[in-house]
């Protein structure tokens, strides 16, 4: 556990058999990005780090979890805390990469399904911290 973050994304690109540029190029062509080859050189030698958006970016490129990515963890699916908590399941992440994927308003609609699904199973109470999302 806690390899740098380089040798992850070197590590991934390798396994999905992809050179930096292409690496850059898929990446710029799903999240509408600006990355080259000579920022992903970086990241692999250890002379920097990607910003979050970039590192969030990979994570769901790679099908991995921002922890795997950020060396906290040796499974690259593996979403416990720090708590001990269980991995979240499968339905949890299949959710959350929905969400990452969908425009704003697709998200919105969503929610509000999500939020009529489960009006009664909740109360006003477990709703008061919605606002701070």
């Not at 600006?34 to 958006?53: A, V």
């Not at 499974?75 to 720090?82: A, L, V």
């Not at 908590?85 to 425009?103: G, H, Q, W």
């Amino acid at each position: 556990m806690s390899q740098p973050i380089g040798k992850i994304i070197k590590s991934l690109r390798n396994k999905h058999k992809l050179s930096q540029d292409e690496l850059a190029e898929k990446l710029n062509q799903k999240f509408n990005t600006t990355i080259n080859k000579g920022m992903i050189s970086k990241w692999e030698n250890d002379l920097g780090d990607p910003r979050l958006d970039t590192v969030r970016h990979l994570s769901v490129f790679f099908n991995v979890s921002l922890d795997y990515l950020l060396g906290r963890t040796d499974e690259p699916n593996d979403t416990t805390s720090d708590e001990g908590d269980a991995p979240l399941d499968k339905n949890y992440r299949k959710i959350e990469r929905f969400a990452r994927k969908v425009s704003p308003d697709v998200l919105e609609k969503a929610v509000k399904i999500l939020d009529a699904a489960f009006e009664d199973a909740f109360n006003e109470e477990d709703y008061e911290d919605d606002d701070d999302i």
